[in-house]
């Protein structure tokens, strides 16, 4: 039987898994129809929630917009770095970065591909936290890759004059060029196409 100290708690576990299913909702359907079309009526439909109930979560537009931002890093962060730092540092982990950033997007974890390049376009106009937010995600992601990049060039894997930032720079443009044509097309070749892509420019960069 519940006690009048354990219902409070089990109310507000209620509430967190509440939330956390919005945000879910809300970030998929920002692959789709952008943060701009994350309305309260359509997440309510979405979720088979009340607006009053989803209004009890988010003061305002712009709280729920970043609070899904937030979700969306989790996922990424799920899905795409903590695999890869299973690699073995170097060339290795370069390669499961791509690999595995490009399997999130052909296993549709967000239909309409990489949370992060769907929402870019949107907002990159558009000054504020959203799109600050949305940088310091761009920029974390392109550094891990360098990072990993660097690291291949201290263990002698790639040439010593080859700058990490270009190549990252590189890597990642095959990678996003692979996520807004995949969902488009629905073609898997595109998505080997950026994997051999990746794999061809670290072979030419190799020391």
Same mark, same amino acid.
């Given at each position: ?53 989803? @209004? ?125 044509? @995949? ?25």
């Amino acid at each position: 039987m519940a006690t009048a100290s354990t219902t409070p708690r089990r109310h507000r576990a209620d509430g967190d898994r509440s939330r956390q299913a919005i945000l879910e909702a809300a970030a998929r359907l920002a692959t789709v129809e952008g943060l701009d079309g994350l309305s309260i009526g359509r997440l309510a439909g979405e979720v088979g929630m009340s607006k009053s109930g989803l @209004y009890a979560h988010f003061r305002s537009k712009l709280e729920l917009q970043l609070a899904t931002v937030e979700t969306a890093n989790l996922v990424f962060e799920h899905e795409v770095v903590v695999p890869s730092m299973s690699a073995e540092p170097g060339t290795a982990r370069v390669l499961a970065l791509a690999d595995a950033f490009l399997s999130h997007v052909e296993r549709g974890v967000f239909p309409g591909g990489c949370f992060f390049a769907a929402v870019a376009s949107e907002v990159n106009v558009r000054p504020g936290p959203v799109r600050d937010r949305i940088g310091e995600f761009v920029r974390g992601w392109v550094a891990a890759i360098e990072t990993a990049v660097r690291e291949a060039q201290e263990l002698g894997q790639i040439a010593a004059d080859v700058d990490p930032a270009q190549l990252a720079f590189e890597v990642n443009a095959m990678l996003i060029g692979a996520n807004l044509a @995949y969902p488009l097309f629905g073609d898997p070749g595109i998505l080997s196409r950026a994997r051999s892509g990746v794999r061809d420019r670290l072979r030419t960069a190799a020391a």
